[in-house]
């Protein structure tokens, strides 16, 4: 099984920058690590996803060139770099990860990030 803990959250005006990192930990294998994020009363949306190797990344067309995605394999980390954060960004945020063979998704506990206008 994979444990995941989210840290990086927090308040910041409209423009700032955050970064949200994730460290897993357990047994299995991992292999696609990445963001969610879900405000009330809407579904969890991805917000960017890597794999393992880093080649290959998805960022949501609304965060394209303000997020980036990052991930150390060997340090089971993964971390969302942040800039130009808009009111709309506001959400809990939450790490992600699937492992090898049963593809099984896990999840962090979230961390907030409010963004004021």
């Known amino acids: 099984q994979v444990q995941l803990v989210e840290s990086g959250g927090g308040i910041v005006p409209a423009g700032g920058s955050l970064t949200l990192s994730c460290l897993a930990s357990g047994t299995a294998r991992i292999d696609v690590m990445g ?9 969890r949306e991805a917000v960017a996803t890597i794999t393992p190797s880093g080649n290959t990344k998805y960022h949501r067309p609304s965060v394209e060139g303000r997020f980036t995605i990052f991930r150390d394999t060997a340090k089971s ?5 942040m800039t130009n954060l808009q009111p709309d960004d506001t959400a809990v945020y939450f ?23």
């Open 35 to 43: 963001w969610y994020r879900q405000t009330p009363g809407k579904e």
């Open 77 to 81: 980390t993964v971390r969302l770099e």
């Open 95 to 117: 790490c992600y990860a699937d492992i090898i063979p049963s593809f099984q998704g896990f999840w962090g506990q979230g961390t907030q990030v409010t963004v004021n206008s």
